[in-house]
């Protein structure tokens, strides 16, 4: 499955939902925005979607600091 990624194009051997793919990545879904094909998606949302192969996806990481 190939899905671009913050302009990135990637490979996936598997189907992914967009929280595997969170955990994929290492990210903690509730400090990153999902963008999936131009629609901002809710936590509760993207908690049951799938991703397709040539979806594309924004992830925006919030970080603190000081």
């Known amino acids: 499955m190939d ?5 990135q194009q990637k490979q996936y051997s598997e189907p ?3 929280v595997q793919l969170l955990e994929q990545l290492e990210l ?3 400090r990153v925005v999902v ?5 901002i998606l ?3 949302k993207r908690a049951d979607i799938q991703l397709h ?3 594309t996806l ?3 990481q919030f970080v ?3």
Do not use: F
């Open 3 to 7: 899905l671009c990624i913050n302009g």
């Open 16 to 18: 992914l939902s967009i």
């Open 28 to 30: 903690t879904p509730e």
């Open 35 to 39: 963008e999936l094909n131009r629609e």
């Open 42 to 44: 809710t936590a509760e």
């Open 53 to 55: 192969n040539g979806d």
């Open 58 to 60: 924004e992830l925006i």
């Open 64 to 66: 603190g600091g000081g």
